[in-house]
């Protein structure tokens, strides 16, 4: 028998006494990002009655879905402690390639098939050259940035689309329609939100992508294969970035090549504003859609103000900081 | 002899933590003095208020006869104040020479860096300590005891009267220790006073003269080396009365149930052999650098060996990653559980149930009641110290995050446990309850494959011992004819002709 007397044993860890529902939102991560979004809301609701209005509220919800959709994605990868430079160009590229297939007789459905498949091709490109060629994951994004936008140009020739071919119109109630009033694009973000959100918290594959994030030599030294899973979140963000072009393309009735240029910057700042970590393992789903909300109400809120729309970039970028230094705050 | 630095009332709080509690004591000009307690008593905190890397909340520090409130360690380094920490400072990209130097490179004309004079100074120092090492070699190619002498050297540089080490042994080897001992008492003998934090109680008394033990924040005693021992301290240190540790009377059978033949891997291990039995503990000893972690990340995968083979059950299994040797039930926790154990931003049950997850779920949906439930499991069974599952590793104790990791590799229920360093950084108590948690499991019929190099740990707990120097085991000894010094011949000289003094 071991000679050593054990410690005395310390207080058992017990179940705290249930929270009320109010006590659980103030102590939930997002607490702070929520409180704000609500703020700016009242402020801006009151101030300007044109904000409260049901067909500006439509805009907004829809402007900032394309922008969500992307972010769901970008999310997971900026978990795993990497970054996507290149959405807006899949984005755009996407919105491209779909479009030039329709518009030359393809039907719908092949026709976004292939537009997927295209961006998942430049997901696995970036995956593969951040496993298997061990670049940081700033490198083969800004590179598929590049390539991406350059084939949509060379697809259009610098020309528009409004042409989509025989399902015209079933493609246009894709991005411009609506089911009961609300706008698709709001419904498919909010459907992906719910998806990325129970994704993220409740399965295996979820906890393994903040695990990766939170410490990858641990997570490999515990079996995960890190690989594998970091491939396979650069061909959803891709994907994300996809969809996000089609049903946009679907909604303007019209592409260019330019198209979502620079919308990597809206995607990352609302993740950020959520409070995703942008070292990786730290952040939530639903962090992100408030951050987005937020990004467009902001932007929407300046516009209506009649506040000159250069300054958006200033707003923006001051919210970034304000949101990254209270989350900083926050924790200590 | 006059005290050179004279702490009084020093109290510190962080948030939901005492970290330290008026604590006063002084230290005499000119010695070595030894600051001990167990992980969480407050050593490092209050170390690093010294250095002026922390501020007290009250109290006073005196040094040399004027008080001193430093706002930064810039300022503490002024006055004469120096620390070596446990956790290396330097720039892994720069060289020697420049990482010793830096922030006080020599210049010339005010805004370029003096290459000369550097090379020249760096070479004094290194030759000064019989340092052995190239000025010009980058840093980060060094091995971890030879970083940690570099980092003593950029702190001997700025000619301290107050040189702090953190637990400076902690990674270096029996050699590296030799050297560092001997530049302390060079050191000593040009009057340079040092406070010492270390577990390790053999070189502690060896080398100290005085003792100061702080246990939960609060001082408890300050003494003389020679108006002490070992027992009295560790008493001190956990207010109890600790006895040497002895496994329960149990004889290990004849059933293999794991083995290794020939692994082997060029450049780090060769030829290694061995079984381990039901109910056994096989220690693996040595030097570091010997190659004991190396084999270790190779039985699991990471990397595999050149050849050999693995039998867990007296069955072949063929591991080429990670995931075929948790496959085959092999259970690694690694030597350092802050970079490659544990995910110290996520929670202390997201940790514990890492490993194990896929059982715990149905369709790729986390059973969130039977994580629950394993995560308590094991937290009661291994004591951990935790207010809650949701707390983040990073903020728990050394020797809690330890019992975290193991509890994960537990978790699995492993067929081979195989541990790197089990106790490092880790406190009495919480060793204590580790060996006992290893008796056990190899008692259960678990074997274990424990690297250790601690020496005692190694005596006390292993049935056999395994000794490797320069990637080949060069000796196996059984409990009852072991000594520390017949390991340490293994270890360093691969034989284990002990001289015999007469």
Not at chain 2, 66 to 87: D, L, R, S
Not at chain 2, 400 to 415: D, R, T
């Amino acid at each position: 028998m071991s000679q050593i007397s054990p410690q005395t044993a310390p207080e058992p860890v017990s179940p705290k006494a249930r929270p009320s529902t109010w006590s659980k939102i103030f102590a939930m991560r997002e607490a702070g990002t929520l409180a704000a979004l609500v703020l700016m809301l009242l402020v801006i609701a009151v101030a300007i009655p044109q904000f409260r209005q049901w067909e500006n509220v439509v805009n907004i919800t829809r402007n900032f879905s394309f922008v969500g959709i992307v972010a769901m994605g970008m999310t997971l990868v900026i978990l795993t402690g990497g970054i996507d430079l290149s959405v807006g160009s899949v984005w755009g590229m996407t919105a491209v390639l779909t479009a030039f297939l329709m518009s030359n007789g393809w039907q719908m459905a092949p026709a976004i098939l292939t537009g997927l498949l295209a961006a998942a091709a430049v997901g696995t490109f970036n995956g593969m050259c951040i496993t298997r060629l061990n670049m940081s994951p700033f490198v083969p994004t800004l590179a598929s940035l590049s390539i991406a936008r350059a084939l949509a140009l060379i697809i259009t020739h610098g020309r528009p689309i409004s042409k989509f071919g025989p399902d015209q119109k079933a493609f246009y109630w894709l991005g411009g329609g609506d089911i009961a009033g609300v706008p698709n694009p709001f419904i498919l973000f909010v459907v992906m939100a719910i998806i990325f959100w129970v994704v993220t918290s409740r399965t295996v594959w979820g906890r393994r992508v903040y695990a990766v994030g939170g410490n990858e030599k641990a997570a490999r030294l515990t079996g995960l294969n890190v690989r594998e899973l970091k491939v396979s979140v650069y061909i959803i963000s891709a994907l994300c970035a996809g969809i996000a072009g089609i049903v946009q393309a679907s909604y303007l009735s019209s592409v260019t090549a330019s198209l979502a240029t620079g919308e990597e910057l809206a995607v990352i700042a609302a993740t950020v504003i959520g409070g995703v970590n942008l070292s990786g393992g730290e952040g939530t789903i639903f962090g992100v859609v408030i951050g987005t909300i937020m990004l467009e109400v902001l932007r929407n809120g300046l516009l209506l103000f009649g506040i000159d729309p250069y300054w958006q970039g200033v707003f923006v970028g001051g919210i970034i900081v304000v949101a990254v230094s209270l989350d900083r705050f926050r924790k200590h | 002899m006059a005290a050179i630095l004279k702490i009084r009332g020093i109290t510190k709080t962080y948030p939901g933590v005492r970290a330290l509690q008026d604590v006063s004591f002084d230290v005499e000009e000119g010695t070595i003095h030894a600051i001990m307690g167990e992980n969480g008593a407050g050593k490092s905190t209050l170390m690093q208020i010294i250095a002026g890397a922390q501020r007290p909340d009250s109290g006073v520090i005196e040094f040399g006869g004027h008080e001193m409130h430093f706002a930064n360690p810039a300022q503490a380094q002024a006055a004469g104040i120096a620390i070596v920490y446990q956790e290396l400072n330097l720039s892994p990209n720069l060289s020697v020479a420049e990482n010793i130097f830096l922030g006080i490179e020599p210049r010339a004309a005010r805004a370029f860096v003096d290459r000369k004079k550097l090379q020249e100074k760096s070479t004094e120092i290194l030759r000064k300590l019989d340092l052995h090492f190239d000025p010009d070699v980058i840093v980060g190619h060094m091995t971890v005891g030879q970083q940690q002498l570099v980092e003593i050297c950029k702190s001997l540089v700025r000619e301290p009267r107050l040189l702090i080490f953190d637990e400076p042994t902690s990674s270096l080897s029996e050699a590296d220790a030799k050297i560092l001992f001997r530049v302390i008492a060079d050191l000593k003998a040009r009057g340079v006073t040092m406070l010492y934090i270390s577990h390790r109680f053999p070189e502690v008394f060896a080398n100290c003269d005085a003792v100061t033990v702080l246990r939960d924040g609060k001082h408890v005693r300050t003494k003389t080396m020679n108006t002490t021992s070992e027992a009295e301290v560790v008493s001190l240190m956990v207010g109890r009365e600790l006895l040497a540790f002895h496994r329960k009377e149990f004889t290990p059978s004849d059933e293999v149930l794991f083995e290794v033949r020939s692994l082997t891997k060029q450049h780090q291990y060769y030829d290694i052999n061995f079984k381990i039995h039901r109910g056994e503990i096989v220690a693996l000893a040595g030097l570091i650098g010997a190659g004991r972690s190396e084999v270790a990340l190779g039985v699991f995968g990471c990397p595999p060996p050149d050849t050999g083979e693995v039998l867990v059950q007296d069955k072949p299994v063929r591991i080429r990653r990670a995931r075929d040797a948790m496959d085959a039930g092999i259970a690694l926790a690694p030597e350092d559980r802050k970079s490659t154990g544990l995910v110290l931003g996520a929670s202390v049950g997201t940790n514990v149930s890492m490993a194990v997850l896929p059982k715990l779920a149905r369709a790729n949906f986390v059973d969130q009641r039977a994580e629950q439930n394993l995560v308590q499991r094991f937290v009661s069974r291994l004591n951990i110290r935790t207010p809650s599952h949701e707390q983040r590793v990073g903020l728990l104790s050394g020797g809690n995050q330890q019992k975290v990791m193991i509890a994960k590799w537990l978790a699995v229920q492993p067929k081979c446990l195989i541990v790197d360093e089990p106790t490092r950084g880790v406190d009495v108590g919480t060793k204590a309850e580790i060996y006992a948690l290893f008796d056990d499991l190899a008692h259960a019929g678990i074997p274990i494959l424990m690297i250790s190099s601690d020496l005692p740990e190694v005596l006390a707990l292993a049935d056999r011992i395994l000794v490797m120097r320069h990637g080949r085991i060069t000796g196996e000894l059984t409990r009852a004819e072991a000594t520390e010094e017949k390991i340490m011949h293994l270890a360093a000289l691969g034989s284990d002709n002990v001289p015999v003094e007469e």
